[in-house]
């Protein structure tokens, strides 16, 4: 079985970063990829607000240049996911998917996590071309135009106050009567102008040539009893929760009620010493790239320690 100091696994900018520093800290990491290289980002389009980019730059292009930075300073990257975990003794055992065993003695997990959709065909069409699962990445985009959000819960309406300061109309579609949201978001998404909330509303399409003009919408208006038209938008954003990405860690790391790990405190610590966590796998909040590279860059100064012996 082969054994490694430090394995990194996830991509993305946590994964790279933590790969990056661990390599300068001589640690030889070994970085599992997973099922999407360069992590949830590269769903994007081009990303303006990562410091250091004043004219943006191309998501897929950014990855890139994360992967290439860490792989200068020694980190072996591989393609592949990690499917199992056992934390039970030291060193601990991880397997891949190509049923490979690997042992690590100090573990950074950065697999991230993935935005819920509709299931919607039209979704996977128009993702990157008027479809997106991030607001603060992508509403810039939409300057001036029409957007709808999907969703009724603080996120959906913090999706749709932020766009309604960029935008000339967002749209609230909400399955339910009601919002779920806080009191003080639901007051704050009623009284903005531009924001119009539309209850017992499913989305069942979108169309457009090239990119979302707009999208197919029920309104249901009694038991048996449902209106059918359409919806001009330039933009369709989807605000209806994160899955994070722990399925293979399930029983052994400190998970919330969400599923997303919990870390210790300020730290980037797990309740299993030696397993570290980064990005949008412990972050349910803010799921900005700038913040888990953040939190990446912490995981391996956190992971160096553990191994010099300085911290359990």
Do not use: W
């Not at 100091?5 to 990829?33: D, E, F, H, K, Q």
């Not at 994070?244 to 610590?269: S, Y």
């Amino acid at each position: 079985m082969e054994h490694v100091r430090c394995l990194i696994i996830g991509s993305g900018p946590a994964g790279y970063t933590a790969a990056i520093y661990a390599g300068r800290a001589n640690l030889s990491p070994v970085l599992y990829a997973g099922m999407q290289l360069g992590g949830q980002l590269t769903q994007t389009t081009v990303i303006e607000n990562f410091p250091g980019y004043p004219d943006g730059i191309d998501a897929n292009e950014m990855m890139e240049n994360f992967r290439q930075h860490a792989a200068r300073f020694g980190g072996e990257l591989r393609d592949g996911s990690i499917v199992k975990a056992d934390f039970s003794q030291k060193p601990y055992v991880f397997t891949t998917d190509r049923d490979v065993e690997i042992s690590a003695d100090a573990v950074i997990l950065a697999t991230g996590a993935t935005a819920k959709y509709l299931g919607l065909p039209d979704e996977e069409k128009y993702r990157g071309v008027g479809v997106s699962g991030c607001a603060t990445c992508d509403g810039f985009f939409y300057r001036k135009k029409v957007t709808a959000v999907v969703g009724g819960g603080d996120t959906a309406c913090e999706d749709a106050l932020y766009l309604s300061h960029l935008c000339k109309q967002v749209y609230l579609i909400v399955r339910k009567p009601y919002l779920r949201a806080s009191e003080i978001m639901q007051q704050r998404v009623r009284e903005a102008e531009n924001i119009e909330i539309l209850f017992e509303h499913n989305a069942t399409g979108l169309y457009g040539e090239g990119g979302v003009e707009g999208v197919h919408l029920v309104k249901r208006k009694g038991e048996a009893d449902e209106e059918h038209y359409d919806l001009p938008i330039d933009g369709f954003f989807l605000a209806i929760g994160h899955t994070p990405n722990t399925g293979f860690v399930k029983g052994q790391i400190d998970l919330d009620e969400m599923g997303f790990i919990r870390t210790v405190g300020n730290t980037q610590r797990t309740n299993v010493p030696g397993v570290f966590a980064a990005g949008d796998v412990c972050d349910s909040v803010y799921r900005q790239a700038v913040v888990a590279a953040g939190t990446g860059c912490k995981a391996a100064l956190e992971a160096e320690r553990y191994l010099s012996g300085i911290c359990v």
